[in-house]
């Protein structure tokens, strides 16, 4: 039997390197075809030795969580600042807001929601 929506992703169902940015892996969670592009749901790691070459931008979005699995990242974000996130922590990213990621450690692991599941990212000056 099919139940509509329902969906489950294992840890077998590995990382991919086909992401928004080059210097981290993604593993889709399933989530976006569960609910039609309504959601997404990935969980973000740093490659190795890779570091952050993103510059300012931002994102059109209803929503966008992230959440911190392991390890620590930092972004810049206009009107705030500078804001160190390690394991546990967790931020609301507001749709339009412009940000930079700053930097993280090599075992960065970290859960991104959003919706809907695509949206348009714009290079900010």
Do not use: N
Not at 82 to 105: D, K, M, N, T, W
Request: glycine share 12%; proline share 4%; net charge negative.
């Amino acid at each position: 039997m099919t139940i509509p929506g329902f969906s489950v992703r294992h840890a077998a169902d590995g990382f991919q390197r086909d992401g928004l940015r080059p210097f981290y892996e993604y593993r889709d969670l399933g989530i976006a075809g569960a609910t039609e592009g309504r959601a997404m749901a990935h969980v973000i790691r740093a490659i190795p030795g890779q570091h952050a070459s993103a510059g300012k931008h931002t994102h059109s979005l209803e929503v966008q969580i992230v959440y911190v699995i392991r390890g620590w990242v930092t972004f810049w974000y206009e009107g705030v600042g500078e804001v160190r996130l390690e394991a546990g922590s967790c931020v609301h990213q507001p749709s339009g807001i412009v940000h930079q990621e700053i930097g993280h450690s090599d075992d960065l692991e970290m859960l991104e929601i959003t919706v809907p599941a695509s949206f348009e990212t714009t290079a900010a000056a």
